[in-house]
Structure formats: C-alpha cells, structure tokens
C-alpha cells in the first residue's frame, strides 16, 4: 500500500494559482498593465478580494512572485551544476543553468524582470560572488574584485536570458568569463 499524497491546504494552493497568474500578466502586459483586475481574469478568479485575503497588498504578492522565481532559478541551476568539481566547470554550469533556465522559462524570467525594473527588489543572487571569491582563495580565478566581476555575469545573463534564444550566447559567455578570470 502507498503512502498518500500529500494535499495542500486551500489557502497554499490558492496563493499558488494567483502567483502563477501574476506571473503569465507580468510576462505579457509589463509591470504597468498588471493589475488585480487583469491578474483575476488569468486566474479565473471571481473576485480581487481573493487576491487581498491571501497577499496583503501588491508589494507582498510582487516579492511572493520574485522569491518562488528566484528558488525555482536556483533549483534549475543547482541540478545543472550537480556533480560539477572545480570552480571553473562550476563557474560555465552556473552560467549554462541560467541561460538554460530562461530558454525553458522566459515568461518567468520576464516577469522577474519586470519587477526588478520597477520595484525595490533586486536580481541579486550572490552565488557568482561567492564563486568567485573561492576561485581566488584557490588560485583559479586571478585577483579582481569579486563583486564587480559578478555584477558583470549576472548584466550579461540578463541581457541574454531575455533574448528570443537564451542559450545561442552561452558558449560565447562561458569562454570570456573564462578568459577574464584566468591567472596571469
């Protein structure tokens, strides 16, 4: 006999179904044309009070939307740099894993965007930093500035994660990070 699955509350699954609607809205119409209004017509919601019982205002269902992103961007990245050793093979999967994450998901990368672009929240991860950082400690990578060479990965990926073929630059990028962090 299996064990039974197991069901999420209403409320969970509730606030699933309006983060996932405000994130099609967000792709399609940018940060100005989505509203309440449109977010319960992708919903199939009845009524905006639905969205305001479950997220207390926009800025938490905004954050809600960029925080489920951002894990599901971060789990795609870690299975792409799964059994990678070394800080420079794990350096290109990182890069891999974003692009490749945007070529599987570009509505949720665009939303992301939006609300980069248009609210107080950042597209930070801090992964590359610290990459970078123990590439140095290691040897790997040569002496920069870990924070201003990541600023650098993460505008790149960004501009070509919202191309219409995420993936064509990746060998490309994977070669001049590679370049620009060698030993001298």
């Not at 938490?60 to 059994?83: H, I, K």
């Not at 994450?101 to 992964?127: H, K, M, Y």
């Not at 290691?138 to 073929?165: K, N, P, T, Y």
């Amino acid at each position: 006999m299996g064990v039974p699955a197991r069901r999420l509350p209403v409320s969970e699954v509730r606030r699933a179904q309006i983060t996932s609607a405000t994130i099609a809205v967000l792709a399609r119409r940018g940060f100005a044309g989505t509203s309440y209004d449109a977010i319960c017509r992708q919903a199939g919601l009845s009524s905006k009070r639905l969205i305001s019982y479950h997220f207390a205002d926009k800025e938490e269902l905004l954050a809600t939307v960029a925080r489920v992103v951002r894990e599901e961007e971060a789990a795609f990245v870690r299975r792409a740099a799964s059994g990678v050793s070394g800080v420079r093979e794990r350096l290109s999967a990182y890069i891999r894993g974003r692009l490749d994450f945007a070529a599987a998901r570009p509505e949720r990368v665009r939303a992301l965007r939006q609300i980069v672009c248009n609210t107080s929240e950042t597209g930070s991860d801090g992964w590359p930093a610290e990459l970078f950082a123990e590439g140095q400690r290691e040897g790997a990578f040569r002496a920069f500035d870990a924070e201003v060479m990541s600023a650098a990965l993460r505008g790149s990926i960004e501009a070509l994660a919202l191309s219409d073929d995420p993936r064509a630059g990746a060998d490309e990028l994977v070669r001049a990070f590679d370049l620009a962090t060698r030993p001298f």
